[in-house]
Structure formats: structure tokens, C-alpha cells
């Protein structure tokens, strides 16, 4: 049985509403981001409407929520969702840790290249010294140069 994008939406409203507690509700509010792409739908709208009805649905969704769902998803084997999830905090403006900028670069590379994880690195922190070990985005930079390593035969770079 195939639900309709308005029947989905209702559908998942309902479940939230229903769950008794904020757990349950982020549940099910993952479950439904997990899915997003066998149901038609799309990862940014999923995302706007859970932060759109986080009053209706009696819960607060924090950065730390989407990104650990981010995570996770991508355990499930679907770094593309992963990517998108990171890019539509990225187009909100949201501020990455060193540790999930580096998630960030790793989906970048799984999903899109090697190349377009490089460029947006370089757009986030230009002028990287790549010599100072204590630099904030080491972790991101690390994971970068391992890639490059692995991948070196095929150099898309």
C-alpha cells in the first residue's frame, strides 16, 4: 500500500502526536527521515516540516539530535541521505564541530568525490596550515589526506 505525500505527512503527524514520550516522537521522526527517499519525499522538506511543527508535535529538535540521526542513517549504508541532511544544516548556517565537519567531508567524498569534499573544505577553512596538529579542523583535514592516500591510483584531484 502506497500513501500519498499528504497521507504520509498526516500519517506520521498522527504517529508523534501519539508517542507519549520526546524519545518516542524522535523515534519516529528518524524513522521517517531514514525513509524519506522510498516514500517520495525529500530530506529538506522532511527536516523544515519537523522544525516547522515542533510545537504541534511537543518536541525540540537540536543540532545534536540531526546529526547524530545523520550518523546513524548513514550506518543504515545511506551516505546520501546523510549528505543531505548535513547540507541542509549547512544552508541554515549552522556551526560544525571539528568532529562533525569531518563526518561532513567523509559523506562529501562517499557521495559526490573526493574533488568536491577537497573544495569544500577549502570553502570552509582556506587558509588551513595543514603543519599545525592543533588546528581546530584537524580531524576533517585527517580524514581528507587518508582519502587521498587510499584513492591516490585514481587521483580525481
Keep these: 500500500m502506497t500513501l500519498s ?14 508517542a507519549k514520550t520526546p524519545t518516542e516522537k524522535k ?25 516547522r511543527k515542533e510545537e504541534e508535535y511537543g518536541v525540540s529538535i537540536t543540532k545534536e539530535d540531526i546529526v547524530h540521526w545523520s550518523i546513524l542513517i548513514d550506518r543504515y549504508g545511506r551516505p546520501e541521505i546523510s549528505v543531505q541532511i548535513f547540507e541542509w544544516m549547512d544552508k541554515k548556517k549552522m556551526k560544525f564541530s571539528p568532529s562533525q565537519l569531518a563526518h561532513y567531508v567523509d559523506y ?39 582519502s587521498m592516500t587510499k584513492n591516490w591510483n585514481k587521483r580525481p584531484w
Design 5 to 18: 505525500p499528504f497521507e504520509l505527512e498526516t500519517f506520521v503527524a498522527d504517529a508523534v502526536k501519539a
Design 108 to 146: 562529501i567524498d562517499r557521495v559526490h568525490g573526493i574533488r568536491a569534499a577537497l573544495d569544500y573544505f577549502e570553502s570552509v577553512d582556506p587558509d588551513f596550515d595543514n603543519m599545525d596538529y592543533k588546528a581546530k579542523n584537524w580531524p576533517a583535514y585527517d580524514f581528507l589526506a587518508r
Design 27 to 51: 523515534e519516529i521522526m528518524f524513522e521517517e527521515l531514514m525513509d524519506v527517499n522510498e516514500t517520495g519525499g525529500a530530506v529538506e522538506e522532511t527536516l523544515n516540516e519537523f522544525t
